[in-house]
């Protein structure tokens, strides 16, 4: 039962399973009954048993710290952008028009929303406005014409373009690149090798082990030399190769497994010194 519950598809499961065996009772559950649209939820138990579909779930889940760094710079940089543009685009056309030049001529363009208000106000007149504005320009919709040339015409063609230029740039083309880069990265990743520490007792046990399989090879190949050459000199010289890789193999482990012991040690692993 511990194991069952400490597994997420399987509370997910029992979730589904639950509320559609309540809604099959017909027992009147009022605003509960809305429960219902978790039925609609029962596709994602394909994602448990079709392993590739697994796979991508579990990539996701796992690179959720990685993004949620990536998105928080990306939640700062909305901030800071929201409010300047507040400070400096509220009012540009507070008086429902904005002038742009042609040279010497000078246009008058009414600058009134379907909903009443101007541009600036409907766009940028509050912090959460603006937020949701900066957001219409992330996603590309009608971003350049409804909301930018505006205030490139109406505000400042210098101003108004590094802002938006910019923005455009460090959102579309830098940070949600990051978190698809973050997102790949999770899905080719390998399984993560372990890194913790090993113990002292592990230490002592492993190498003693080593040791153990070298001194029985050396029991075998002294056994070789030395006992009755039973066997047609072609063998005796093959079994004697056989031992010897297989102890030349156990050398180079051990070696290899020491190596990294101490390069632990140096980095603040086990205490070899004994």
Known sequence: MKKFWQNGWNVFDFIIVAVGTTLMTGVELGSLSKLKLLRAFRVFRLFKRIESLNKIIVSLINAIPGVANAFI????FFCIYAILAVELFRDFDEDGTYDTKDGNLTHTVESITARGYTNGIEYYGTYSRAMFTLFQVMTGESWAEAIARPVIYGYST???????????ILTQMVLINV???VLLDKMVEEHPPDTTPMTEEEVEDFVSYLQSELQ???GNRTALESGPAAAPPRAQSARRKTVDDRLD??????????NKLIDKE???GVDLSA
Not at 73 to 76: A, E, P, V
Not at 249 to 258: N, R, V, Y
């Open 73 to 76: 710079i990306l939640f700062i």
């Open 158 to 168: 210098v101003a108004g373009g590094f802002y938006f230029v910019s923005f455009v």
């Open 179 to 181: 978190v698809v880069a």
């Open 216 to 218: 029985k090879e050396e």
């Open 249 to 258: 193999a156990l050398e180079k482990k051990l070696d290899k497994i020491l």
């Open 266 to 268: 140096l980095k603040g």
